[in-house]
C-alpha cells in the first residue's frame, strides 16, 4: 500500500556503520536523524526527525547483535511497548505466541513486509491467556537475515492502511543489496545445559539488468531444544497403592515403583519446546522502459513438537488414604504403566509473494501490485491415546488441517501539487481488494470419536469409563470442520502539506466494505506538527480505526482437555461438585462455532468489527548535536473487543435442559467446559512513550551511542456486555466475561518497562550492553486467592563482537547475564511439578542464555 514499495529507501551509511544499542524513534546511531522513513508517510520523504507521528527504526544489525533467534524475540528485547510472554498456555499459543503492541493483542497492529500487508497466521491461540483468540502475523517465519531494517509506527493508522492499524503499523524493510552477503552461524544454551540453540543465516545480492536492479536471497535455518523449569512431583502417591485390613487396622503400601519414579519426567512441558524453522525470501527490482518492476517473497517450513499435556498413572481415591486422580483415567496402564507426555506436532509451510510495477503517468506516481499469500498447518498428536478405544488405540493422531490464504491487490497514487497553497500539496489516493479464506479439516476418525471401552477389573477405576477424546487435545471433528471466505473493497485519500515552514497537517479518510456480513466501515485520521523552535516540536494525531473479525474466529471450533485449580472454601465446587481447593482438575472443553445452534443457545451472536478512536500528543527535542529526546502520549478506545468467553461449565442435566445442547451431551456425557467469540467488552488504553538517544564521538577511544526508552500503558474495561438471559437459564451461576478474563486484559502483561543500550565502537571491536526492566504483571485465578502478581525485574544483555579479518568477524554474547527468573510464587501443580515461575513472564523462565557467534562476509 506504500508509494515506495520495492526498493526500500534507506539512509546512506556504509552497511558496516554501527547501530545504537537500543530502540528509539531512529534506533540508528547518530545517522539516524538522517534516515528516510517510509512508514506513515506518503509521496514526500520525510526523516524520523521530522515524522508528524512516532516512529521506531531498527536496522538490521541490531536484529543479529541481540543473540536471539526469533524476530518475536528480538523486538521484545529492543521495543519498550511490546511484549512477549513466556508460556502463555497451551495447544498451538506456543507455537505462534500471541504478542503485545501498547497493551493491545498482536492481531490489532498491521505487519507489513515492503509496504504490503502480511498475512496472519492459520492457527488460532485459542488456549493462550493473554492475547487469546487471535490470529497474529507469525514473524518467525520471516528470515531475519533478509531485513535491512524495521520500522514502527506507533500509532493509529487504519485510515492509511486499513484493518487492524489500531495499536500501530509494523514494516519489515527487506534488504536491497545489489551485491556482496554474509555468512552467520549463532550457536548457544541456558546456563543449565538444556534449550541448546543453533541458527544459521545467508544472504546474498546481485545486479539485476543493467539499469540499477537487483536480486537479494536470503536464507534462515534455526533450532532449538526443549528446556523445562519443573521441581519434582510431590504426589504422595504415583502409583496404585495397595490397602490391607487386618483386624481393624489398616496398611498402607506404596507401590514400590514410587521410590523410583523419576518425579520430573512430567513436568518436561514446563518450559519452550522443540522447534526447526527453514525460512527463505527473495527481494527483487528491475527497472524496464519507464516501469519499474519489482517483486519480493518468503517461503517456510516449520516443524515444532511441545509437551502440552503431562498424565501420571491412573489413580483411584481410596477413602482415607488418597483422593487419587479421579479426573485423569487416560493412563492406561497397558499403554502407558508410568503416565505419559501427550505432544503437540506442527507442520507448517508459509509463502507469501509481491509482484508489483510502479512508474508515472500525467504527473502522479503510481504503484499497481499483486500479493498472494497462504500458511497451511498440519496439527498431530504425539505419544497420546484414546483412551475410550483401549490399549488398542493408536498412539499418533492427525488432528486437523488449518490454512489460511490471502489474496491482495493494490492500486496506490500519489502527486506533488504546486501553486494551489503557498507550500506543495502531496495528495495520494488508492484503491484496495483483498480476499481471505480460512479452512479447518476433520482430523483421523480415532482422534475425536468415544468409544465403548470399559476399564477391567483389577485396575484403578475398573467398571468406569475413560475420559471421552484424546488426552490434553482432540482432533477436529467433521460438525467442526468447514471453510469460509470473503472479499473487501477499499479506497482512501490521504493529504498532507506543511501551512509554514514549521507546520505540517495532513489528513486521511478511507472506506472498506467487507462481504460476510462484515459491513462498511470509514475511518479518518488527522496528524499535524509543529516545530516552534528550532530542533523542538510538538505533534498530534487524532484518527479512528476498526478491526475486522477474523475468519479464523467466525467459524473456529475445537475439543481439547483444559486444566483448572480447585478453588479455595466455600467456592470449591466444580460443575456443582466439591473438590479440594488446590487440586488441579483437568476438564474437557469445547470452543463452539460461533454460528453454531449450541452456541446460540447460550447467547452467541454474529460478530461485529471493534472499532477504536485514538488521540496521541508528543513533544520532540534536539537540545544539543547529537541528543534527541521524544515523548509521546496517547489514548485508545476500542468498543466491541472480540473476546472468548469465560468457561461456561455445563454438567450433564444442564446440557439436558436445552434440546440445542443434546450433541453436547451426546459428545460428553459426563459434561464439559464451553467457551465462544463474542463482542464482550470495551476497553480504554492510555499510555506514555519516552525515548532519548544521544552519540558521543570519543576520538581516540571510538564512538559510543547511548539510548533509553520507557513505555507504560494501563488499559481499563469500559464497558461489560451483560451475561446473556439464556445462559443464565441455562446455569444461573455463569458470567459472560468473569474477573480472570479482565485481569488476562488490563493487568496480565507488564504496566511499564525500561530499555537501556549503550553500544561502543573502536577500531575491530563492538560491544553491546543492554539492559530491561519489566514491570509488574499479574496472572489471575478462578479466585482472588489464587492470584499471583509477580515483581519488576531487570535483564542484562551482552554482545562482544570482534573483527579478527576485515570481513571475518566473531562475537560471544549472553542474554539474561544475571541469570534473573521470575518470582517463585506460582501455584504448582503438585502432579507434575509445573508452574512455580508462572506462564506470563515477559522475559520467558529458564533463565541466563549464552552463545557464540560467526559472521563471515563476501
Not at 167 to 179: H, P, R, W
Not at 393 to 420: A, C, I, K, M
Not at 557 to 570: D, E
Not at 701 to 707: D, E, Q, T, V, Y
Amino acid at each position: 500500500m506504500l508509494v515506495l514499495a520495492g526498493r526500500a529507501q534507506a539512509d546512506e551509511r556504509p552497511a558496516s556503520a554501527p547501530t545504537a544499542a537500543g530502540p528509539s524513534d531512529s534506533a540508528e546511531g547518530a545517522t539516524a536523524l538522517e534516515g528516510v522513513i517510509v512508514t506513515g508517510v506518503r509521496g514526500a520523504r520525510r526523516t524520523v526527525a521530522d515524522s508528524p507521528a512516532p516512529v521506531d527504526v531498527i536496522g538490521g544489525e541490531q536484529l543479529l547483535a541481540t543473540g536471539k533467534v526469533g524476530l518475536k524475540e528480538v523486538l521484545n528485547t529492543l521495543i519498550p511497548s511490546f511484549n512477549l510472554p513466556g508460556i502463555n498456555g497451551g495447544g498451538t499459543s506456543w507455537t505462534v505466541r500471541a504478542i503485545t503492541m501498547r497493551g493491545l493483542n498482536g492481531d490489532q497492529a498491521l505487519f507489513l513486509v515492503n509496504g504490503k500487508r502480511r498475512h496472519t497466521t492459520a492457527l488460532i491461540n485459542n488456549l493462550a491467556r493473554v492475547g487469546r483468540g487471535g490470529a497474529p502475523v507469525d514473524l518467525d517465519l520471516i528470515p531475519a537475515s533478509a531485513i535491512a531494517r524495521i520500522e514502527v509506527l506507533r500509532d493509529g493508522a487504519s485510515a492509511q492502511y486499513g484493518s487492524d492499524a489500531i495499536a500501530g503499523v509494523v514494516n519489515i524493510i527487506l534488504k536491497d543489496d545489489a551485491e556482496g552477503g554474509s555468512f552467520s552461524y549463532t550457536g548457544g544454551q541456558n546456563y543449565l545445559g538444556d534449550g541448546d540453540t543453533r541458527s544459521a543465516t545467508l544472504n546474498w545480492g546481485r545486479p539485476l539488468g543493467e539499469a540499477g536492479g537487483f536480486l537479494s536471497l536470503a536464507l534462515n535455518w534455526k533450532n532449538n531444544e526443549a528446556a523445562s523449569r519443573s521441581v519434582p512431583s510431590r504426589a504422595q502417591y504415583i502409583f496404585q497403592p495397595t490397602v490391607t485390613s487386618v483386624g481393624g487396622v489398616t496398611t498402607v503400601t506404596p507401590d514400590p515403583r514410587d521410590a523410583t519414579a523419576d518425579r520430573y519426567y512430567w513436568g518436561h512441558g514446563y518450559g519452550p519446546g522443540e522447534e526447526d524453522i527453514l525460512a527463505a525470501s527473495y527481494n527483487a527490482e528491475l527497472p524496464w522502459r519507464d516501469l519499474t518492476l519489482y517483486s519480493s517473497g518468503t517461503l517456510s517450513h516449520r516443524s515444532s513438537k511441545k509437551n502440552t499435556g503431562s498424565f501420571l498413572p491412573n489413580l483411584a481415591p481410596v477413602a482415607g488414604v488418597t483422593s487419587g486422580r479421579p479426573l485423569n483415567r487416560n493412563s492406561l496402564p497397558e499403554v502407558y504403566p508410568y503416565g505419559f507426555n501427550a505432544y503437540r506436532r506442527i507442520f507448517e509451510t508459509d509463502f507469501q509473494t509481491s509482484l508489483g510495477a510502479k512508474g508515472k503517468a500525467a504527473g502522479w506516481d503510481w504503484d499497481l501490485s499483486t500479493t498472494l499469500a497462504q500458511d497451511h498447518a498440519q496439527l498431530d498428536g504425539e505419544n497420546t491415546l484414546n483412551a475410550t478405544l483401549g490399549p488398542s488405540s493408536p498412539n499418533y493422531f492427525h488432528l486437523s488441517t488449518h490454512e489460511f490464504r490471502q489474496w491482495t491487490n493494490n492500486l496506490d497514487v500519489t502527486r506533488e501539487f504546486t501553486g494551489v497553497l503557498p507550500r506543495p500539496v502531496q495528495v495520494s489516493w488508492g484503491l484496495e481488494h483483498r480476499y481471505e479464506r480460512f479452512l479447518i479439516e476433520a482430523g483421523d476418525e480415532a482422534s475425536y470419536i468415544v468409544g465403548d471401552y470399559v476399564i477391567p477389573a483389577g485396575q484403578p477405576f475398573a467398571g468406569l469409563r475413560p475420559n471421552p477424546g484424546l488426552a490434553s487435545y482432540a482432533g477436529t471433528a467433521p460438525e467442526d470442520a468447514g471453510s469460509a471466505h470473503r472479499n473487501s473493497l477499499a479506497a482512501y485519500v490521504d493529504v498532507g502539506t506543511d501551512l509554514t515552514e514549521t507546520w505540517y497537517v495532513g489528513v486521511a479518510g478511507r472506506y472498506e466494505r467487507y462481504s460476510r456480513g462484515v459491513g462498511d466501515t470509514v475511518s479518518g485520521k488527522l496528524t499535524t506538527r509543529w516545530e516552534f523552535l528550532p530542533g523542538y516540536a510538538v505533534r498530534a494525531t487524532v484518527s479512528n480505526g476498526f478491526r475486522a473479525p477474523s475468519l479464523g474466529q467466525t467459524i473456529f471450533a475445537t475439543s481439547t482437555i483444559s486444566g483448572s485449580l480447585c478453588p479455595a472454601a466455600p467456592n470449591n465446587l466444580f460443575r456443582g461438585v466439591p473438590c479440594t481447593p488446590g487440586d488441579y482438575l483437568t476438564f474437557p472443553t469445547k470452543v463452539l462455532r460461533t454460528d453454531s445452534p449450541e452456541a446460540q443457545a447460550l447467547g452467541a451472536e454474529t460478530l461485529k468489527p471493534e472499532t477504536s478512536t485514538n488521540y496521541s500528543l508528543g513533544l520532540t527535542a534536539e537540545p544539543v548535536s547529537g541528543l534527541r529526546l521524544t515523548l509521546d502520549t496517547y489514548r485508545i478506545d476500542i468498543d466491541d473487543r472480540i473476546v472468548d468467553t469465560s468457561n461456561l461449565d455445563l454438567n450433564a442435566a444442564q446440557l439436558a435442559s436445552q434440546p440445542a445442547l443434546s450433541p453436547l451431551l451426546a459428545r460428553f456425557p459426563q459434561g464439559l467446559t464451553a467457551t465462544y467469540y463474542t463482542n464482550a467488552v470495551s476497553t480504554r488504553t492510555t499510555g506514555i512513550d519516552f525515548v532519548g538517544e544521544y552519540g558521543l564521538d570519543l576520538g581516540d577511544f571510538g564512538r559510543l551511542n547511548l539510548s533509553a526508552a520507557y513505555a507504560f500503558n494501563k488499559t481499563k474495561v469500559t464497558r461489560r456486555k451483560p451475561t446473556p438471559a439464556v445462559l443464565t437459564a441455562v446455569n444461573p451461576n455463569l458470567i459472560l466475561f468473569d474477573r480472570q478474563k479482565i485481569a488476562d486484559l488490563t493487568v496480565g502483561t507488564p504496566r511499564d518497562k525500561i530499555v537501556l543500550g549503550a553500544l561502543w565502537v573502536r577500531d575491530a571491536w563492538t560491544v553491546s550492553v543492554r539492559t530491561n526492566r519489566y514491570g509488574r504483571y499479574t496472572e489471575a485465578g478462578t479466585s482472588e486467592s489464587l492470584d499471583r502478581t509477580f515483581g519488576r525485574k531487570w535483564t542484562t544483555d551482552l554482545d562482544i563482537a570482534w573483527d579478527v579479518r576485515p570481513r571475518t568477524n566473531i562475537a560471544i554474547g549472553a542474554n539474561n547475564l544475571f541469570d534473573e527468573h521470575p518470582d517463585k510464587i506460582g501455584i504448582i501443580n503438585a502432579d507434575t511439578g509445573m508452574g512455580q515461575f508462572g506462564n506470563f513472564s515477559p522475559f520467558g523462565i529458564t533463565g541466563g542464555y549464552y552463545y557464540a557467534r560467526l559472521t563471515q562476509q563476501f
